[in-house]
Nanobody, 125 residues
Framework: VQLQASGGGLVQAGGFLRLSCAAS????????VGWFRQAPGKEREFVAA????????FYTDSVKGRFAVSRDNAKNTVYLQMDNLKPEDTAVYSC???????????????????WGQGTQVTVSS
């Protein structure tokens, strides 16, 4: 499967962005999908993930209540709605997918075989 992430940009603190991860090449509904981010000089970190059915989202604590992950399998797309953005959310955001990943591993980047290119999110104070 090929993944294409988009929707990044420059926003002020308190603003919002919606990232999209569009898939092609395989039946996307069979894939668990995760969002990860990497800020300059920092390790890549888990942000959010969604199970194959879309019924179970997962979030890192720092984004709970501000970010929402969803999927539209008919459009082969997973979304990350990011509200009330903070300067510390500034990073390159990447989506990842795998059809073999189990739910308990959705937070683990090394468990994903397929990655899209990153999209830059910059939040100014």
């Amino acid at each position: 499967v090929q993944l294409q992430a988009s929707g990044g940009g420059l926003v002020q603190a308190g603003g919002f962005l919606r990232l999209s991860c569009a898939a092609s090449g395989r039946t996307f509904r069979n894939f668990g999908v995760g969002w990860f981010r990497q800020a300059p000089g920092k390790e890549r970190e888990f942000v959010a993930a969604i199970s194959r059915s879309g019924s179970t989202p997962f979030y890192t604590d720092s984004v709970k209540g501000r970010f929402a992950v969803s999927r539209d399998n008919a459009k082969n797309t997973v979304y990350l709605q990011m509200d009330n953005l903070k300067p510390e959310d500034t990073a390159v955001y990447s989506c990842a997918a795998d059809d073999r990943i189990i739910q308990s591993s959705l937070r683990v980047s090394s468990r994903y075989r397929f990655w899209g290119q990153g999209t830059q999110v910059t939040v100014s104070s």
